[in-house]
Every structure is written in C-alpha cells, then in structure tokens.
C-alpha cells in the first residue's frame, strides 16, 4: 500500500483525507484509490517504509511507478502552469491572507471558489479586496500587489504558526491600504497550546489538519506532519517503533 496522493480539507463539513493504492509496482496493474479519512480522533497506526514515485491517478484507478524519486519522478510530475487556467473568462476575486503570526500572501482565484481556496491553503484570516472579469485582468492585479506583499507563504511557515494568533495590527496596516469588500476568519479546530514538533510519521491521533498539515497527538507531544512529505511512501500497517523527538516541555 503506497501513499499517492492528499486531499486538503476545503469545507467546514469534509475531511481532510490520504490517498492509498495497494498495487504492485512490479506488474504495473491499476489498482484501486482509496481514502485513508483524516477525520478528528481517528487513530493511525502506520509505519513508513519505502519511498519512491507515486505514480499516476487517472479516474479512480493508480498506475505505480518504481522511480526512487519522490514525491514525483520527472515523467509524473505535473507542470504547475498545466494546472493554472489563467485564461479563464470567470469571474476572479483579488484577496490577501493571513497566516498567523504576520505572513502575508496576495492570490486570486475564481469568484465563487474563494472561500473554498482559502480554507485549502489554511488561512486564518482574509480579505477579498477585487472583483475583475476574467483571469489575465487578476493575475495582472496580483502581480501589481505582489511586489509589495508577496504571493506565497511556505508551509513551514505555516507550520511554525500553528499554535499562534494572528498580528491584528500588521494585518490591520496592511488592509488599510485596500478597498475590502469582504473579510473572513477561520478556525480549523486545532486548538493548540504550544507549537506542534514537525515530524514525517503517520501514527498518532488525528487532532485536525489545515492545509497540508496533519497534526497527531502521540504519546504527550503533538506533530504536524506536512502531508506532501507522506506522499510516496509505502506504508506498513502497525505503529512505528522509532523514536520521535518529544516536545521540550518547560521551554
Ligand atoms: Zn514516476
């Protein structure tokens, strides 16, 4: 069973979820995709073995591959550009967010998917600051904004803010300077006293994911585990026995 892929949680009603196919790469048959849930509580208990390409999904169905690269070997990695429609006719809305403490990031998307991006890329707070007619017009705009606020927030960055709040006054300044026609704020439920140790484990308590991070409580610690990395891993059912690093307790 191989690790192929993730599904970030975009709605408030759904569950962040692991990809797994079970075939074998050495007869090359497509296998099944399953959905290993995410959902809070649930308890994993996985060890990771092997990792290597994880292949191609096509409508349902994983064609493996032997490549030691990962996540992705050359032949299976998807151009970003491939994905991007940024010719489309649609509606765009221009927004910032904020991921806690103060990173900042411009983006656009399609009008009515805006709510939706925001919660797959684990936004805490946003705000939809343009409406334009089509795709070209907003990346132009988000190009003009970029320059000055940036657009794109690492998701170790992420990370490293887990257990924080947002800077109401940086973020405050940096509105000021916009037209807001709307503002949001999330909660993703972590509920966090102190900051998770970043680890690449699947075993553990679900506590919540946002975005790509799946955050497990193990044994008194808690980990946030950037699901990416988990992606072409062979996994074994079965806790692993290695020893993760405990968080520093009294620092
Ligand atoms: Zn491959």
Not at 77 to 84: I, L, S
Not at 153 to 176: C, F, H, P, Q, Y
Not at 199 to 216: D, I, P, Y
């Amino acid at each position: 069973m191989q690790i192929v892929g993730y599904r970030r949680r975009t709605a408030p009603d759904e569950t962040a979820a692991l990809l797994v196919a079970g075939g074998d790469v050495s007869d090359g048959e497509r296998a099944e995709v399953e959905r290993l849930a995410l959902a809070p509580g649930t308890d994993l208990a996985y060890t990771l073995s092997e990792r290597h390409c994880a292949g191609v999904v096509t409508d349902g169905r994983h064609q493996p591959c032997a490549a030691p690269r990962a996540p992705y070997c050359e032949a299976h990695t998807v151009p970003w550009a491939a994905a991007n429609n940024a010719d489309s006719r649609e509606e765009h809305a221009v927004y910032l967010a904020a991921f806690a403490p103060d990173a900042f990031k411009v983006g656009v998307t399609r009008s009515w998917r805006l709510e939706t991006r925001l919660r797959e890329q684990g936004a805490d707070r946003a705000a939809h600051v343009h409406t334009v007619s089509n795709g070209r017009t907003a990346r132009e705009v988000e190009s003009d904004i970029a320059a000055t606020v940036g657009d794109s927030v690492r998701v170790a960055t992420k990370i490293e803010g887990l257990d924080r709040e947002v800077d109401e006054v940086a973020w405050s300044d940096l509105l000021a300077d916009f037209r807001v026609i709307e503002t949001f704020a999330f909660d993703y439920g972590l509920d966090l006293d102190r900051r998770p140790v970043p680890e690449t484990m699947l075993t553990g308590a679900v506590r919540g994911t946002k975005s790509r991070a799946l955050v497990l409580d193990r044994a008194g610690t808690t980990y946030a585990v950037d699901m990416r990395d988990l992606v072409g891993y062979d996994l074994r059912p079965g806790a692993d026995d290695r020893e993760v690093q405990a968080s520093l307790t009294g620092f």
